[in-house]
């Protein structure tokens, strides 16, 4: 039976978090009533709450979910001032803990155990819709058969990927953030329906890119946001015809 949450000491989160090197995800849920509900987050001034957020933000891009434990460097990551700082970092290093060298929130680090292990199930699904039973695997390490069959499915679908933006001339910068997003979200929509057609997602994903980049150049101008819009739906139609 799988461990509950309070059954988990804070070393054995940390050690989770570090044991998946490769994890990576652009966000995290945010429970308002539990975050609302503490005391110590009631208790704390703005300058606080702000520093306290922005250390959380901090935390979760860390490969081991960590920051520091230099208070110089926490006064410049909680961009508040020293004497800020100072004055509430009481109240702020009481909801971290120390390990090993480096500060660590318990609440976030169970929040992203639940995203590596919601990121193993869906490796593990993909595994068993694309694995094929053979008789002259039954000696083989079972582990090392179904990790590199997971491997290959990614890499596979990361090169094609890659290949599409590149033979559409688009940025392999935009490739990758599109690859990592949605390889993040386990290949589903916001509604959590499977995505069936990654290169319409694709399309949308370099539109919306090509508008925030008009957005950046011709704001200033007065254009609207739909004229920008339809600036940069009638580029890709362009592209489209001469291709």
């Not at 480096?102 to 869906?122: G, P, T």
């Not at 008789?135 to 499915?153: D, P, Q």
């Amino acid at each position: 039976m799988a461990k509950k949450d309070f059954e988990y000491t804070n070393e054995e989160l940390v050690e989770i978090s570090k044991s998946c090197k490769d994890f990576h995800s652009p966000a995290f849920q945010l429970y308002v009533n539990d975050f609302l509900g503490s005391n110590k987050v009631l208790m704390m001034e703005s300058d606080g709450l702000a520093g306290y957020v922005m250390l959380l933000f901090v935390s979760w891009n860390e490969k081991d979910c960590g920051i520091p434990t230099e208070e110089h460097l926490l006064v410049k990551l909680s961009r508040l001032l020293p004497e800020q700082f100072n004055r509430v970092k009481e109240s702020i290093l009481s909801n971290f803990f120390e390990y090993k060298g480096r500060l660590y929130n318990r609440r976030l680090l169970l929040e992203r155990k639940k995203q590596i292990n919601m990121r193993n199930q869906r490796t593990d699904a993909i595994r068993k819709r694309y694995e094929k039973p053979t008789k002259n695997l039954r000696n083989v390490n079972e582990n090392e058969i179904e990790n590199e069959i997971a491997i290959k499915t990614i890499n596979k679908r990361k090169e094609k990927i890659l290949e599409y933006f590149k033979s559409k001339n688009y940025p392999l910068e935009e490739a990758e953030q599109f690859y990592n997003h949605y390889q993040s979200q386990g290949w589903v929509t916001g509604s959590g329906m499977a995505i069936t057609n990654w290169k319409l997602k694709a399309e949308n994903w370099h539109k919306e890119q090509e508008i925030r980049k008009l957005n950046g150049k011709q704001k200033s101008s007065g254009a609207t946001d739909e004229h920008l819009a339809r600036l940069a739906t009638n580029r890709a139609i362009r592209e489209m015809q001469g291709k």
